[in-house]
């Protein structure tokens, strides 16, 4: 059976570090721009239920109950559902509503368009409600979400414009500095392998100029070639003139 890829299939130190960054860094953006959305969302239901609330307040100061239902129906007939909905419904009497049908909801609630059914035209995807009781019934005012709903695409767009080319690009990078790293190392692995089988005059080649971790290992697997190398030839010099 053949084993699934995974991260600890992944044998090379720098691979390991790259994706292991590029997790962090993906992670951590995606954190970030969830917790903006919804801090901004908040921010907008927000002052969005207190505008409804201050509708409420308005219509509840209307003492007269004809005044009230009169108010309303005008009101309905004005506002396009799409933005708002008014659904009043009177203890006794027909409903007053620029929406032919619209769900029960208590305090302030979040409704889907597809509990929602309109007289004519089409309907917001999402309305914030808020309910209360005015007058002699119970009145619903509802608003569009379009402003979330437009943030929420705004967000995927940063999301998909930036952050996945940013990911790309860094991974990418992070790939090429893997590879001098892979190259260093199997060179460093191969040069032992040839010190331990008796070939003592193999070297790592291209680390004598540089000052990386990995150059300075190769530096020091020299020297000690070298210095092997050297005790040697001096030890096969004493046995010959002996």
Not at 79 to 88: K, M, N, Q, W
Request: aromatic content about 6%; some cysteine.
């Amino acid at each position: 059976m053949t084993p699934v890829f995974g991260f600890n299939q992944i044998r090379s130190t720098p691979l390991r570090l790259t994706f292991l960054l590029l997790t962090i860094f993906a992670l951590a953006a995606l954190a970030c721009l969830a917790v903006a959305f919804e801090v901004t969302r908040t921010s907008i239901d927000a002052a969005v239920a207190a505008e409804l609330q201050q509708t409420i307040n308005e219509y509840r100061g209307i003492r007269d109950g004809d005044d009230l239902t009169e108010r309303l129906a005008e009101a309905a007939a004005k506002t396009d559902a799409d933005v708002r909905i008014l659904f009043y419904v009177p203890d006794r009497g027909s409903v007053v509503s620029n929406v032919a049908s619209f769900p029960p909801v208590s305090g302030v609630t979040v409704v889907s368009d597809s509990y929602i059914r309109a007289k004519s035209g089409s309907v917001s995807d999402s309305y914030l409600a808020l309910s209360a009781r005015v007058g002699a019934g119970h009145l619903i005012v509802a608003q569009s979400r379009e402003q979330v709903e437009e943030m929420g695409e705004i967000f995927l767009a940063v999301l998909l414009i930036g952050l996945l080319p940013a990911l790309l690009i860094a991974g990418l990078a992070g790939l090429w500095v893997a590879r001098g790293a892979r190259i260093k190392i199997d060179a460093i692995q191969h040069t032992l392998l040839e010190l331990k089988g008796g070939t003592l005059s193999a070297r790592i080649e291209g680390v004598e100029d540089q000052n990386d971790d990995l150059s300075g290992i190769g530096q020091e697997v020299n020297r000690m070639a070298r210095a092997q190398e050297a005790l040697v030839a001096s030890i096969r010099q004493v046995s010959s003139d002996i």
